[in-house]
């Protein structure tokens, strides 16, 4: 073998990586059109392919972001490529044996929500997966952004770092990072601030009547008790985004970030000021709960098609049980409103039928055809994963704290599963979160899964609050039971939920009727329940609807009384150890309940 013969076998052959960069325009903002340019250098094969995402990690539910791309072209040289579609999300360009592409595209955005895109005169929003083409094979590579704002008045906000000595640009480890890292672009207000070392920023867009230092005083303490939880904070920058907006409410996780819409006026009364705050408190908890601690279904992401899981009631409801205690143990809201909250959530979920239809697993894993797809019978066929989740989550703390005398609680578990799972970012199978709940517990929970996970049993609240003093009481409606849920819609009185098993849904009364009169007399708007009360269990009465535009009459044999809301209570003469559990729950006597 000849000396250069050899040389050349022993040369290593750098790969020579594709460099992406994202311009993301907006030079006529007042028509929702975002003008996006590609510009792809070193891409190796001679077809390129590109796919756009049809869902977006925390929001379950397949939406299609491709519908609202249009005038898609591409460029090598300044010649036109030929392209085509090969499907509803795939694009694929014959590009030959250039070394550079251009793409250029554009997304209508006019759907205001955390998960979506929206573009008007007085801002620009968007989220990763609804804006941007994913390359196969090449998602692992850095890409860069440009934002070309249409004023240079408008500033940006993102998590992503910031290149510098390049205008507006930032960078993107990867493209699941790309996805995960929403831009706020406008006019909004911007207060920064810092927290344990850490750099954090509060954008807030549009007009109502929040109190920004209010809220920033409140976010501190919530990252605070977090932080305390699991730590410390596992980022050197967060961001909080804030929409206000009107009749909206709705949240979306991200690693470094959360994105929140919430009711411009929902801030002066207290009890909705909460509401929010629990907003805040879920998504900031999302950081460990599902971003960093993942089911392993969600540990390398689909973007073509769902991601499957049965977990999500310890991804979203835990995290909702513990979006409203963070508040009142951060010093936010004292005890009678986190009560009267969790009050509220059990009486939801004991007034949901589905409850004894859908077990929690299944909801979980059906969240992509069920919970965000809701319809006329979806209370009788499933129960909500956030909400039966946590209620489960409930027990499970309850249950490990009376063991282990309020030594260990289900904070031991979320910190574990930080350990053991979240730091590395390796997924955790069913089987495995089970056994970090049971290490801590100290007992074999099979049987509480068998049931209550991925079973139908009623969950018995009283056997777990028992030891804490506590017990679950119902209060009953005046009027005797109908089972429909009624909406004023124009006026008119529209049925909109019928319950299973009910006297309505028994007598034959469809959810859509427009409930007309009682007993041949016309029914007025919010009437219902004050006409019911004048009839007794068992009386059969003629109920009057429009179905389908047809008039009927149904002969409906009313049911006793069914409660209309539960309520926490203190036992009557708790024990000493009953009231020494309550204090290292929550940290306050038993007595504050009476």
Known sequence: MTESIAIRLNTKVQKIEPLIHYWVAMPQPETHLFEVTLHLVNYPLSLLDLKMPVWTPGSYLVREYARNLQDFAAFAESKPLTWRKISKNHWQVEKGNVSEVILRYRVFANELSVRTNHLDATHAYFNGAALFLRIPGYEENPINITIVPPSSKWQITTDLPAVKEEANTFLAADFDTLVDSPFEIGNHQLFKFEVLGKAHELAIWGQGNCQPQKILDDLQKIIKFEAQMFGGLPYQKYVFILHLFNQAYGGLEHKNSCSLIYHRFGFRLQDKYERFIQLVAHEFFHLWNVKRIRPKGLDVFDYDQENYTPSLWFCEGTTSYYDLVIPFRAGIYDLKSYFQHLNQEITKYLKTPGRKVQPLSESSFDAWIKLYRPDANSGNSQISYYLKGEMVSLLLDLLIRSLHHNQRSLNDVMLKMWQQFGKTE????????????????????????????????????????????????????????????????????????????????????????????????????????????????????????????????????LAKQNPTKYQLKSVENPSPTQQDNFVGWLGVPLTTMQ
């Open 426 to 557: 390796i997924g955790y199978t069913p089987e495995q979160l089970q056994e970090v709940i049971e290490s801590l517990a100290g007992i074999d929970l099979s049987d509480f899964f068998n049931r209550y996970i991925h079973g139908l049993d009623d969950l018995p609240f009283n056997d777990y609050l028992e030891p804490f003093g506590l017990q679950l009481l119902e209060e009953c409606e005046q009027e005797p039971y109908l089972g429909v849920m009624i909406n004023t819609e124009n006026g008119r009185e529209i049925i909109k939920f019928v319950e299973i098993d009910s006297p309505a849904k028994i007598a034959g009364i469809d959810a859509g009727d427009e409930l007309l009169a009682i007993n041949e007399i016309k029914l007025e708007k919010g009437q219902l329940s004050d006409r019911l009360q004048d009839y007794q269990p068992n009386d059969t009465i003629k109920i009057t609807v429009f179905h389908q535009d047809e008039l009927r009459h149904y002969s409906v044999t």
